[in-house]
């Protein structure tokens, strides 16, 4: 089931990246009647042109707004690459007057726990960061994965998900794992902390 921590507004935009995450999020959202828009971050890379077309196939199907944003500078000595994209997103979706949605889930934020707990300051990510918000941080992926199966809506695979020279990846496919095996109710654990945070 897929769960939410606090309200989600009645208009609001989606951050869409045509993957199973976002595409499930803009379906449950539509089902809950709620005004979707979409914003679409092209990274240039090699699969940002095919989740771009199959972005706004999606668009058009569904009649929703759709508004695209481009890289805009070139990638400081100082910045990683993750770094570089992530910056670059957000301040695109920084431009919208409504509240950004995204689809991030608890299996990202297991990761990132893991990730800025190896950097020596664990933390999690927040619900709220400016103007977007992540409300399915107590959700699994595989409930996206779920209810994209359930309602038959496809969606696209981006296949740098797997390149394990990104540090997200590496912790996603080889860390993770076997942070498991020590702690096999590790989502619990951080699924917890969350709804602390709600209660607070």
């Given amino acids: 089931m897929i769960q939410v921590l606090g309200k989600i507004p009645n208009k609001c935009t989606v951050a869409f990246s045509g993957g199973v995450d976002s595409v499930a999020v803009v379906d449950f959202l539509l089902n809950g009647r709620k005004q979707v828009d979409l914003a679409f971050f092209n990274h240039g890379t090699k699969t940002s ?21 481009n890289i805009t500078r070139g990638k400081l000595p100082e910045e990683s690459q993750e770094e570089f994209w992530r910056n670059e997103r957000h301040k695109f979706f920084a431009t919208f007057d409504k ?12 990761e990132t726990w893991i990730f800025t707990s190896l950097h020596g300051q664990s933390r999690l990510i927040p ?58 109710g590790l989502h619990k654990v951080i699924k917890k902390k969350y709804l602390e945070l709600v209660k607070m």
């Fill in 127 to 184: 619900y709220a960061s400016g103007n977007v918000i992540h409300p399915f941080l107590i959700t699994p992926k595989s409930e996206f994965v779920s209810w994209c199966q359930r309602k038959n809506v496809g969606w696209i695979e981006d296949h740098s998900n797997d390149d394990l020279r990104f540090m997200r990846n590496l912790i996603r496919h080889r860390i993770v794992p076997e942070a498991l095996r020590v702690n096999p």
């Fill in 49 to 69: 042109e095919a989740a771009q077309f199959f972005v706004e196939q999606f668009a058009d199907q569904r009649e929703l707004k759709l508004t695209i944003g």
């Fill in 99 to 110: 509240p950004v949605i995204t689809a991030h889930h608890l299996d990202d934020a297991v």
